[in-house]
T-cell receptor, first 113, second 113 residues
Framework: GEDVEQSLFLSVREGDSSVINCTYT??????LYWYKQEPGAGLQLLTY?????DMKQDQRLTVLLNKKDKHLSLRIADTQTGDSAIYFC?????????????FGKGTTLSVSS | DGGITQSPKYLFRKEGQNVTLSCEQN?????MYWYRQDPGQGLRLIYY???????QKGDIAEGYSVSREKKESFPLTVTSAQKNPTAFYLC????????????FGPGTRLTVT
């Protein structure tokens, strides 16, 4: 079945770069997403990448997609304490509108000053 | 402001009681979703609805029920048949279109004792 895997924890120092990795199994995935969840809150979409792209950059965020290895990564440059949160990778595959996303278990990013 | 509202933020119930969680959106989205989040488990899909008066079971639908009588509203009932109802419940919606970005509400934390 479809599955999305992420490492559970990442700890970095303020000002360093963070790299959060994700692997997925559904080769038909059309879009891949990164969401951020702060404590006690809902999920906020950070960025997404279409499956025919290799890279997408959005300010401090860089998404890299290796479709052959089904590997997705999110790099946060100049990580700040406000970036401390849980980051979820998610995939979607259907051509039908409203297809449910499949989420990984989330990576908890801890940023120390 | 457009968005998704969930109420209440915190809900306490005694074991054996049914409880209904509210989810309303004014984004004019066709599709709506309910997820359950437990620590270290990521998000698991309970039910989703792609159109009014229609809904489908997700991965963990047992012990839950939903209705979709209006486009804006997708309430979730946690029944007494749900064995472990204590969790954080997240509602989301998504538009029809080329990709399936989901917008999340702030969540409801349900505690059953």
């Amino acid at each position: 079945g479809e599955d999305v895997e992420q490492s559970l924890f990442l700890s970095v120092r303020e000002g360093d770069s963070s790299v959060i990795n994700c692997t997925y199994t559904d080769s038909s995935s059309t879009y891949l997403y990164w969401y951020k969840q702060e404590p006690g809150a809902g999920l906020q979409l950070l960025t997404y990448i279409f499956s025919n792209m290799d890279m997408k950059q959005d300010q401090r965020l860089t998404v890299l997609l290796n479709k052959k290895d089904k590997h997705l990564s999110l790099r946060i440059a100049d990580t700040q304490t406000g970036d401390s949160a849980i980051y979820f990778c998610a995939e979607s595959g259907g051509v039908q509108a409203g297809t449910a996303l499949i989420f990984g278990k989330g990576t908890t990013l801890s940023v120390s000053s | 402001d457009g968005g998704i509202t969930q109420s209440p933020k915190y809900l306490f119930r005694k074991e054996g009681q049914n409880v209904t969680l509210s989810c309303e959106q004014n984004l004019n989205h066709d599709a709506m979703y309910w997820y359950r989040q437990d620590p270290g488990q990521g998000l698991r899909l309970i039910y989703y609805s792609q159109i009014v008066n229609d809904f489908q079971k997700g991965d963990i639908a047992e012990g839950y029920s939903v209705s979709r009588e209006k486009k804006e509203s997708f309430p979730l009932t946690v029944t007494s048949a749900q064995k472990n109802p204590t969790a954080f419940y997240l509602c989301a919606s998504s538009p029809s279109g080329a990709y399936y970005e989901q917008y999340f509400g702030p969540g409801t934390r349900l505690t059953v004792t």
